[in-house]
């Protein structure tokens, strides 16, 4: 072998070393932002999986481009912003932390869903929603922040309870950022009737509501929530667990008529979108 050929082999083998380096390093970095912790709740089989923000989260991501912060109709302003369903005077309140590409989130409303939906129509609890952009922050991507703008405009369109609900029994893996793409949040809006319209497409791709969006995740950041999802029922954390026991849809409605004891139903319904 020539001396040329031999340094060029040499230069090869050290350029492969320093990427293999470099690979095991950003797979050290996502373990230490990135930590799981598997469990299972009740014999529903929901498994309580929390993503844990690192000190060193990614909280200023996207902060740079940010324009002026556009609000969805309706929605709960000041320093946790929030999407509101049900009843506006129920005398319960459940504020659900969520991230459209955390598995956990996805199990957690395809699970309690029903029985949520049951308490609202029932004007015994209503529900704030608080988008957070987590996932992207730890694995990249935009899909977080995108499914989350989709989410607000389809609150403008007064139709973001089944829109959220579609994306979460749509939700692809949380590694695949297809939710990045604005074309496969427009494809499942049609699965609404009447979502799919020219505002709609319009607001989705010119990200109208990407800076709440951003200003939510950032309440979350500050809120010391150890990860999504996070869930209060009139101030207290009931999600993996309260008071030693296991959320269930039934426990969630035992836990919510004791709240609720000697208080009237609420009847007065949130502003249209």
């Known amino acids: 072998m020539s001396e040329k050929n031999r340094d060029g082999s040499n230069k090869s083998a050290r350029e492969r070393l320093q990427q293999q380096r470099e690979r095991e390093k950003a797979r050290e970095k996502q373990r230490r932002v990135l930590i799981v912790t598997a469990g299972v709740v009740g014999v529903l089989g929901l498994a309580a999986v929390v993503g844990v923000i690192a000190a060193s989260g990614d909280k200023d991501s996207g902060s740079d481009k940010a324009g002026?912060?556009?609000?969805?109709?309706?929605?709960?302003?000041?320093?946790?912003?929030?999407?509101?369903?049900?009843?506006?005077?129920?005398?319960?309140?459940?504020?659900?932390?969520?991230?459209?590409?955390?598995?956990?989130?996805?199990?957690?409303?395809?699970?309690?869903?029903?029985?949520?939906?049951?308490?609202?129509?029932?004007?015994?609890?209503?529900?704030?929603?608080?988008?957070?952009?987590?996932?992207?922050?730890n694995m990249g991507g935009s899909g977080s922040l995108r499914a989350a703008n989709a989410a607000a405009c389809a609150q403008d369109a007064g139709k973001f309870t089944p829109y959220h609900d579609t994306l979460y029994t749509n939700q692809p893996q949380e590694t695949d950022d297809a939710f990045g793409k604005n074309d496969k949040l427009i494809e499942l809006a049609?699965?609404?009737?009447?979502?799919?319209?020219?505002?709609?497409?319009?607001?989705?791709?010119?990200?109208?509501?990407d800076s709440?969006?951003?200003?939510?995740?950032?309440?979350?950041?500050?809120?010391?929530?150890?990860?999504?999802?996070?869930?209060?029922?009139?101030?207290?954390?009931?999600?993996p667990t309260k008071d030693g026991e296991q959320i269930s849809p039934e426990n969630l409605k035992k836990w919510v008529a004791e709240a609720n004891k000697g208080k009237k139903p609420g009847t007065a319904s949130p502003s249209a979108g």
Request: one cysteine or more; glycine letters at 10%.
């Open 190 to 209: 049609a699965k609404v009737p009447g979502l799919d319209t020219p505002s709609f497409r319009s607001c989705v791709q010119d990200g109208t509501h």
């Open 212 to 239: 709440w969006v951003e200003k939510s995740n950032e309440a979350f950041q500050n809120g010391g929530f150890r990860g999504t999802p996070s869930v209060l029922l009139n101030g207290e954390s009931i999600f």
């Open 68 to 137: 002026p912060v556009v609000a969805p109709s309706g929605s709960i302003e000041g320093d946790k912003p929030a999407i509101p369903t049900g009843k506006t005077d129920a005398p319960s309140t459940l504020q659900i932390w969520e991230d459209f590409r955390c598995p956990a989130c996805a199990q957690f409303e395809n699970v309690m869903r029903d029985s949520i939906h049951e308490l609202e129509a029932a004007g015994a609890l209503k529900a704030e929603y608080h988008l957070a952009t987590l996932i992207d922050g």
